[in-house]
Nanobody, 129 residues
């Protein structure tokens, strides 16, 4: 089992920045290292379906981003700390959503929600205009 806990959300003005963090823990890492997991960020705005934001697979493979955040958001991972980060710059009001991190044991970059096995509880990001 893998437990995921997001942090770093909050209220920011348009054009500002936030950094989200997701800490992973669990007994699964004793047999399958954190580095073997693909880690994704998704978000869900009020009244809308949850959507893909970014994913990072194992080290050496370029991350993947949705078109709406490409060039503004950066996903990274620290395998020594079992952590995945999402640096969000040039934030827009339309980035307002609950942001979730997700994990699945995979060397591939996964964009579909159904591909992921483990989910965090989410952290609220609100961007004011």
């Amino acid at each position: 089992q893998v437990l995921l806990a997001e942090s770093g959300g909050g209220l920011v003005q348009a054009g500002g920045s936030l950094r989200l963090s997701c800490a992973a823990s669990g007994r699964s890492f004793s047999t399958s290292p954190f580095s073997t997991y693909a880690l994704g960020w998704f978000r869900q705005a009020p009244g809308r379906e949850r959507e893909f934001v970014a994913v990072i697979a194992f080290s050496g493979v370029a991350p993947d981003y949705s078109d709406s955040v490409k060039g503004r958001f950066t996903i990274s991972r620290d395998n020594a700390k079992n952590t995945v980060l999402l640096q969000m710059n040039s934030l827009k009001p339309e980035d307002t959503a609950v942001y979730y991190c997700a994990a699945v044991r995979s060397y591939l970059r996964r964009r579909k929600e159904d591909d992921y096995e483990y989910w965090g509880q989410g952290t609220q990001v609100t961007v004011s205009s």
